[in-house]
């Protein structure tokens, strides 16, 4: 069974810039969650994705977007950078759909520095 | 406010040690987790535990759906141990996921 895979590990933008980070779900999981986790806070849920479309979303801005595969991995999108944007980005497969969720498995991150 | 609180937010254990750590909810759960995070960012699955008590070598945790909390023991404690500890759950039928701010854990040895 493969686990939760995400690149690239470490990546360096500068603000206004646009970055895509990726994730593959671990094997058999058809939903893939996205989160922000600034340093020495906890994560904050960015976005869900069911089967190739979003189904659940936090509170932020629509320059943060998403897309899933048929495959199921998952591309987060992030355009015009801004400082505030340098954080770990995870992202977590889980096997659900709908109101009941299972558990979910996390990849070990992305961690985006923006200068 | 403050939907999923963790208590305490930071917690020194001398090796050996037991301890307890608490996550209080404001309304309902689907599901809840509690997660360990080591120092390199990784995520790990202690617990799926949306009510009842689950036991896993020197962890335990129990829900308590109806009170709305979460309890997370960690018996004889072990350096290995520390790390950050978040509780998440799920709440409204489009899963908004939410995660504590987390208890910050070290063990001495």
């Known amino acids: 069974e493969t686990g939760v895979t995400q690149s690239p590990t470490h990546l360096i933008k500068t603000r206004g810039q646009q970055v895509t980070l990726r994730c593959s779900s671990q094997?058999?999981?058809?939903?893939v969650s996205w989160y922000q986790q600034a340093l020495g806070q906890g994560p904050q849920f960015i976005f869900q994705?069911?089967?190739?479309?979003?189904?659940g979303r936090g509170n932020f801005p629509p320059r943060f977007s998403g897309l899933q595969f048929p495959n199921y991995s998952s591309e987060l999108n992030v355009n015009a950078l801004e400082l505030d944007d340098s954080a770990l980005y995870l992202c977590?497969?889980?096997?659900?759909?709908?109101?009941?969720?299972?558990?979910?498995?996390f990849g070990p991150g992305t961690r985006l520095t923006v200068l | 406010g403050i939907q999923v609180e963790q208590s305490p937010p930071d917690l020194i254990l001398q090796e050996g040690a037991n301890s307890t750590l608490r996550c209080n909810f404001s309304?309902?759960?689907?599901?809840l987790q509690w997660f360990h995070q080591n120092p390199w960012g990784q995520l790990i699955n202690l617990f799926y535990?949306?009510?009842g008590t689950k036991q896993n070598g020197r962890l335990s945790a129990t829900t308590v759906a109806t009170e709305r909390y979460s309890l997370l023991y960690i018996s004889s404690s072990q350096t290995t141990d520390s790390g950050v500890y978040f509780c998440?759950?799920?709440?409204?039928?489009?899963?908004?996921?939410?995660f504590g701010a987390g208890t910050q854990v070290v063990v001495t040895p």
């Open positions: 977590a497969s889980s096997l659900a759909g709908g109101p009941s969720y299972n558990e979910q498995f």
């Open positions: 094997s058999g999981h058809n939903t």
């Open positions: 994705y069911y089967r190739e479309e979003e189904n």
């Open positions: 309304d309902s759960v689907n599901n």
């Open positions: 535990i949306p009510s």
């Open positions: 998440r759950r799920t709440t409204d039928s489009w899963g908004k996921l939410q």
